[in-house]
């Protein structure tokens, strides 16, 4: 009955069926993308941005149904978007680094090979160690 229902309830349910939708998008572009680069953006994006409906429903439910706070449920969700795109770029530079010096190829998905940079400029992942600086070793 929608009657009997309080927009609290309305409110908390709203953010975690969002965030349910969110997590399930992204878990499933996790499983289905062909190549690692693609297969990144599910778990950072979608993944990250439905866990984080969940939890602020879960703050919701807690601050306006019992008038507590819950600190913990902020917590996680502050150091989830934090953590989230730091560990998806460090992923995708090894990746990188991991074509470029092994010469590993991997098959190549419906979004094709990552375009060419333009003129001079140069991501820091492609460029080779310098053997002049002072951190550079034969092993390199």
Known sequence: ??????????????????????????????????????????PTKATTLGLGGMLIGSVLFFQ???????????????????????????????HLHRIRIAGVQEEQGPAGPPPPT???SNWATYEAPNPSSPSYT???
């Open 1 to 42: 009955m929608i009657g009997s229902l309080s927009l609290i309830e309305i409110a908390v349910s709203l953010m975690i069926v969002i965030g349910s939708a969110f997590a399930l998008i992204g878990s499933w572009g996790l499983v289905r993308l062909p190549t690692l680069m693609e297969r990144l953006h599910g």
């Open 64 to 94: 306006l149904r019992n008038g507590t706070w819950s600190g913990h449920e902020l917590l996680i969700t502050l150091f989830l978007f934090i953590t989230a795109p730091i560990s998806a770029n460090l992923i995708a530079k090894v």
């Open 118 to 120: 333009h003129g001079a």
């Open 138 to 140: 034969s092993e390199n």
